[in-house]
């Protein structure tokens, strides 16, 4: 039988119950689908830093390295460990040690599901870049703790890696609908994002078949909640798409439903799969973190590894879980419950 | 009589019939209040630029600063100069050389204007900083068009910039709510973010009747539609405050609303009023902009010179037109409209 190694993070918080759950449905949807799922769990995390120092152990991305994929829950405890330093031990040396420059963020309303806007139409792909830019970790401080204190942060765009983002997004828009939003703010930031601009008008000369706009990010964030009917894929930098996708997440009906796949599309690293939502401290031990998220990102881990029909089935079980009103409102079932709800409608 | 001195910069597109309505609605204000406002036009717009080679004369900020105050349209016509020239020549520099630092922006719902979200309860001040940060325009690119091209902008954040703009929110939330929010992105950016954080707690420190939260730049926006009710004055940096106003235009029912003032609180240059629209090339010539964001940022004009019983005066009358349900749906009423009903109201 198939088998797959599969590195489990669960991480802080919250990430623990969510990721207890998708394994539960992942390992039911490998045995109706006939392959297994070989997991190894790795307990990174806030606790892993009070004992140790670090985030995870100095050899932790080559231990990382031999799977097909990676499981992640969430990371951080800010009243515990700085934010600043817990993602950056963790999860963001991942995306960028991994080359998982394409982050996927499917943002649609499911069955049972009320969002916030009065409109219902609301199905959107976005693609963020994940290795660069805003997050490039470039800057310093000087004059620390004084009246001159002065603090800066650099951007960094490549060709490479702002052309591959775009061309991940245009083939995922020949899958769709065939539209491309391209969001930058070229009006203020005039080497960054006219640069990023520039790319996009190049690279759409290849793909005269998708229908390409340019958007600024305040107009875009603007446009999901007026018009989001009127968007199919959207390719942000990684500040612009980390803020899309938690506002498309809201548009879906709250963070409990955003999944995430961190993808090597050269498929030379593992990938790696989150959910959108944080460790969420406040609820973490009470038993009713919402888990859909999370396993809609393990249906992503399947389709990526080439088990598309298993993670289709893993998406119709959650369907048939929100439409029966399972796991529909913030609370109202216990992880256990929307859990048990998603692996019976596998069955 | 008492009279101010104003310099109208009515800019491009849809800016001329918004800066005329306002003009006429501010003047009825002012006649009904007993004083005068003496208006000085600026030409400056992608018009001139096209036949001068800049978007202001060379002594366009000396110019300006002889005024009370600036009432700005909408700058840019992207087809025919690159925002990112527009910008830099007209609108960013008269923020940045009069040390408008605090951009206030007033987010709720009118009388009769439908939101798109479900829930009805929203009532915020953004206050976004608006000299520095992300809008810094230091950058630079090297090997243009070659396949190693890299494009660099970086964010400069001062303690004086982060310290003031804090502050001025501070007094806001106190006439306010009593509640202030300060969004950074400190979980990625370990520099300039964490730097903002820390002033945050720094200055909380000498408001301690006032009630602060720090959130994620993606956690706000998704706060804003998802609990906008729980939120009061909400401080930005330059770039997450352009984001998240625009984000709150939509959620009051569109650009049409959202209403924006340019503030040197030190009061030693002019401050300035602009809707947070933009020029709208679109719908340039069709007479149906809807004026009330440029007519309420004159009734912040008005407040700021002192004259807030006019102000109030002006804010009435919009919302008297609204109630009526005039200029509540794009298109639906003329420009002249809806400024003769504002008009009508105010007598
Ligand atoms: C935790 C944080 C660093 C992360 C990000 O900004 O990438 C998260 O918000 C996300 O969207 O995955
Ligand atoms: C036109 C643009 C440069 C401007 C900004 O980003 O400041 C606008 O979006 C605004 O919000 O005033």
Redesign the pocket.
Known sequence: MKSYKIALIPGDGIGTAVIDATWQVLNKAAAGAGFALDGTSFPWSCDFYEKTGAMMPPDGIETLRGFDAILLGAVGWPKRVPDSVSLHGLLLPIRKAFVQYANIRPHRLLPGVEGPLRASAFDILCIRENTEGEYSGAGGRIHNGTGDEVAVETAIFTRKGVERILRFGFEQARKRRGKLASVT?S??QKYSMVFWDEVTAQVAADYPDIEVANY?I?AMAARMVMAPESLDVVVASNLFGDILTDLGAAIQGGLGYAASANINPERNAPSMFEPVHGSAPDIAHLGIANPIAAIWSGAMMLDHLGESRAAAAVISAIEAATARGIGTKPGQHKTTEITGAIVAALA
Request: hydrophobic share 20%; charged share 40%; glycine share 0%.
């Open positions: 703010k009006n203020a600024h305040d």
